[in-house]
């Protein structure tokens, strides 16, 4: 759901806090699709040779690092336009180690016979935790404004 946060997150930072335009927002969406075009078939062969688990563990803690840091970087006043380049591209290649790695890791422990529902309740794990992300994202800075007084302290 992270992932799914930072989807909405970071255009949002990058539009309204360094007023960037379409064209910055489309460089964002490129460089966290990059590493899946250009190593996307060595980072499965990469992953063959790992454990599955911890390349998945692995790179979920990678993303959780880059989002603290680069939630940490915000809050300290240096947000800028190559840190959030820097975060997409580097966000896209741990999920693309951890795509590659599920990928692997479920037929290596399901039996074949309940493959297809394994998957189909992945798919829709995954599914309800992109669609809960950027919602969620959504509502957070108005959760994060203060309540507007109740109608019976105005004066």
Do not use: C, K
């Amino acid at each position: 759901m992270g992932v799914g946060l930072a989807v909405i997150a970071l255009p949002t930072m990058l539009v309204e806090d360094l007023g960037g335009g379409a064209a910055e927002v489309g460089w964002l969406a490129a460089a966290r699709w990059l590493p899946y075009v250009v190593l996307g078939l060595v980072a499965g062969a990469l992953v063959e040779g790992w454990r599955r688990r911890t390349a998945m563990l692995m790179s979920d803690l990678v993303r959780a690092a880059i989002l603290g840091a680069l939630a940490a970087a915000w809050l300290l006043g240096g947000g800028e336009l190559w840190a959030l380049l820097l975060a997409a591209l580097a966000l896209g290649a741990a999920s693309l180690v951890n795509d590659a790695a599920s990928q692997a890791f479920v037929p290596r422990r399901v039996p074949r016979p309940l493959l297809l529902a394994a998957h189909q309740r992945l798919d829709l794990g995954a599914n309800a935790a992109q669609s809960a992300g950027p919602a969620a994202a959504e509502r957070l800075p108005a959760a994060a404004e203060p309540a507007e007084a109740p109608r019976w302290t105005r004066s």
